[in-house]
Structure formats: structure tokens, C-alpha cells
């Protein structure tokens, strides 16, 4: 990404509503980046109040105290691989309905739809996107947050209810999180991870090939083939006549609709 010094926030803006100058967070540990985000930030649009935070500890403090517009989200923090699932895991259990861009390093392929399982706003592969692309997705997210508040805290409420009767709720990279049918699903992380995808894009056939991206090691498609049996195996061990997951022969698998 180009890199562009920060501006001071001065100039009032529409996005000031009601006396309330929008607040935007920042979490990423790579400086030089956190700068640049929020130059870009602020280029734009002068009067958002932004917030950097390098290390999950501080980030995850801030927002126990503050509720933002929007976050701005690394997945990577320090030696904390997926420091940013357990922050988006604080977000939305404390203020649900805060949008999240995610912009990382990760590979696409497989965590936007990881993060769409964890109900992202959008992800952004860093070295793929330029400063237009940012700006023009973050302010579709501020423009939307007074909106998107009021739908997330009404819908909080509804989601503890419902719950337990959800067929499928699940943080791939959590696996004590993973629920079906309001039971917990016993899944080895890969293999939790290849669920999120084909959830994620339920009616979809997902490629073998989309599917080397959530392992680590063996990418083949027995391997594939082996990690899909594991899940059928466990949903049926809480749904004995679960069969939504098709084998799609010389493509991969879909989870019907």
C-alpha cells in the first residue's frame, strides 16, 4: 500500500451528526501501516476521530470502555496469529452490530469467507488494494453504522434466544465455539475451518483448490476428501440424518442450501 502522512482533524463534517464526530479504531501492530490507514482516514474525512491500537491487550481495553463507528481490524497482532478472531469475538458479544474491516496479509481465498462467518463488514488482502478501495469501503461503512447499530443491538437480543436452535453457529478458529443444532461440535481445527467455507457459501460449489487454502499440510484432495468425512461424521453424531454437504464429483463439495 502507498504510504501517505496523517492529518490533523479539524474542519467539521457531514459525517458529524448531532454533535457526535464519528470515531473510528485502528488495530494493527505494524506502525508504519497503522499510520498509513490512518492518514488515509483522515485525508478524507478530517473530522473522524481515529484511534490506533498496536497489541490485542489494548485493543480489546479500548473497547471495553469505548463503542466505535467502525474498526478497522489486523488479523496478525505481534506473535498472535488470530488475535483479531478473538477481538471481533469482543466486539460483537459487548457491542454487537459495530462494523469490522478486516485488512490483512492472510490469504483471501479462504479467511474472507472465515470472516464473513464472523459477521465482517468486508476484508481487504493487504499489497491487493489501493487507497480508493479503502476509503470508498470505509465510508460505505460509516454511512451505514447509525443503521447497522440499531440492527445489531436489537438483533443481539434475538440471537441469544435463537441460539440454541441455530443449525449451525460457529468461530472457525475457535473449536470450542463451533455449535450446531445448539450442541457443540467436536472438529480438529482444519477441519473447522473447511466448514466455515462451505457454510459460508452455502447453495456454492467450493474447489478443491479453495479448499487447500484452510490446510496447512497435505494439500491433496484425499486430505480434502478426509477432513469433509470428519464433518459429516460429526454433525451426525448430533443429527444422525444430516446429508447437506454434496460430494460435487471432479469440482469439491457444497452444503446445500
Do not use: C
Not at 7 to 19: D, E, I, K, Q
Not at 138 to 165: H, M, N, V
Amino acid at each position: 500500500m502507498r504510504r501517505m502522512s496523517a492529518a490533523t482533524a479539524t474542519a467539521a463534517h457531514p459525517l458529524v451528526t448531532a454533535g457526535h464526530a464519528q470515531r473510528v479504531a485502528v488495530i494493527e501492530d505494524d506502525r508504519p501501516t497503522s499510520d498509513q490507514l490512518k492518514g488515509w482516514i483522515l485525508a478524507a474525512r478530517p473530522a473522524i476521530a481515529v484511534d490506533q491500537w498496536f497489541t490485542r491487550d489494548d485493543a480489546e481495553a479500548a473497547l471495553a470502555r469505548q463503542r466505535y463507528d467502525a474498526v478497522v481490524l489486523d488479523i496478525e497482532l505481534g506473535r498472535e496469529r488470530h488475535a483479531g478472531v478473538a477481538i471481533i469475538n469482543a466486539i460483537n458479544k459487548r457491542h454487537a452490530g459495530t462494523p469490522v474491516l478486516v485488512v490483512s496479509a492472510m490469504p483471501a481465498a479462504v479467511y474472507r469467507s472465515i470472516m464473513k462467518a464472523l459477521d465482517a463488514w468486508d476484508y481487504l488482502q493487504k499489497t491487493t488494494f489501493e487507497e480508493a478501495e479503502f476509503i470508498e469501503t470505509l465510508l460505505e461503512i460509516l454511512r451505514s453504522t447509525p443503521a447497522q447499530s440499531e440492527r445489531g443491538a436489537k438483533a443481539a437480543a434475538a440471537e441469544a434466544a435463537q441460539q440454541a436452535r441455530s443449525e449451525l453457529v460457529l468461530d472457525p478458529l475457535r473449536q470450542a465455539q463451533a455449535l450446531y443444532r445448539g450442541q457443540r461440535v467436536n472438529l480438529p481445527l482444519t477441519a473447522q475451518r473447511i466448514l466455515a467455507v462451505l457454510h459460508a457459501r452455502r447453495g456454492e460449489v467450493v474447489s478443491y483448490e479453495e479448499m487447500y487454502a484452510a490446510i496447512k499440510s497435505g494439500r491433496n484432495r484425499d486430505n480434502v476428501r478426509k477432513h469433509v468425512s470428519t464433518i459429516r461424521e460429526a454433525l451426525r453424531e448430533i443429527e444422525p440424518a444430516f446429508d447437506a454437504i454434496d460430494n460435487v464429483p471432479m469440482r469439491g463439495f457444497r452444503w446445500r442450501s
